[in-house]
Nanobody, 127 residues
Framework: QVQLVESGGGLVQAGDSLRLSCAAS????????MGWFRQAPGKEREFTAG????????YYADSVKGRFTISRDNAKKTVYLQMNSLKPEDTAVYYC????????????????????WGQGTQVTVSS
């Protein structure tokens, strides 16, 4: 079992930055990959970023590449999503998720492979 708790969402203006955090408990954190997904109103949940168990490899959706950075601190059992140059289209509920099926190899953008999810945190970017 894995329990995930996100924090760090909020209301910001276009161009601002925000950092999301996701604290995990349960299984050995470094043994599984983590991902961030987001869901905007009326849209399906979509992959945003993923990171392998060791943190050595990261994956990004094209829409956030170059603006968002995923990282993890295995000692703190926490994964982060640093979001820079935010745009109104980044407005969504952001979820962190654990993929215990994968550790060091991708792809990490397959939603159905993530068996554990946080409660979500709202990010709103005003223009």
């Amino acid at each position: 079992q894995v329990q995930l708790v996100e924090s760090g969402g909020g209301l910001v203006q276009a161009g601002d930055s925000l950092r999301l955090s996701c604290a995990a408990s349960g299984r050995t954190f470094s043994n599984y990959a983590m991902g961030w997904f987001r869901q905007a109103p009326g849209k399906e949940r979509e992959f945003t970023a993923g990171i392998t168990g060791s943190g050595s490899t990261t994956y990004y959706a094209d829409s956030v590449k170059g603006r968002f950075t995923i990282s993890r601190d295995n000692a703190k059992k926490t994964v982060y999503l640093q979001m820079n140059s935010l745009k109104p289209e980044d407005t969504a509920v952001y979820y962190c998720a654990a993929n215990i099926r994968r550790s060091e190899y991708g792809p990490l953008d397959i939603l159905r492979e993530y068996g554990y999810w946080g409660q979500g945190t709202q990010v709103t970017v005003s223009s």
